[in-house]
């Protein structure tokens, strides 16, 4: 474990998963200061299988404020693709989209409380430098 915390590739990768967190948060920051909600409609559940893993995503269709309609796939957790198949009804999902762009969306369930994304981004990176500055001190002692 130590060597580990010792690793510059380690500490390298703090920073970068920081940064692409501190990015996917401002991403729904946006999305909830600018977004809009729509109920998608469930046209299909696909699953996808890879050497040791299951993923599941869903087709989805809906329609903005503005009249277009909007065709996409929305990543879903084995247990909502479960609860999902069994449904002989219709199935839908709520999700904010952003007006400008309604490709850029979210399911309104997943949605964090504001900041909490932009905290944890910052506390990785934080980490991943305060690793690298003490490894380079520790070199010159």
């Known amino acids: 474990m130590f060597k ?20 996917t948060g401002q991403r729904a920051d946006r999305l909830r200061e600018h977004g809009k909600t729509a109920r998608a409609e469930i046209l299909k ?21 503005d009249g277009r309609e909007v065709r996409d796939t929305l990543g879903l957790t084995e247990s909502q693709a479960a609860d999902m198949s ?17 490709t850029t969306f979210l399911e309104a369930s997943r949605m964090t409380a504001p900041g909490v994304q932009r905290d944890v ?11 690298l500055v003490i490894r380079r001190l520790s070199r010159r002692h």
């Not at 993923?55 to 989805?60: D, F, G, P």
């Not at 069994?86 to 309604?102: K, N, Q």
């Open 86 to 102: 069994g449904a002989s009804t219709r199935r839908y999902v709520d999700v904010i989209y952003l007006p400008e762009s309604p």
């Open 121 to 131: 981004g910052v506390g990785f990176a934080l980490a991943g430098i305060g690793l």
């Open 45 to 65: 559940i696909e699953r996808e299988e890879r050497r040791r893993t299951r993923s599941y995503k869903a087709i989805i269709a809906f329609s903005t404020d």
């Open 4 to 23: 580990l915390l010792r690793s510059s590739l380690f500490a390298y990768c703090l920073v970068a998963g920081g940064a692409f967190i501190l990015y």
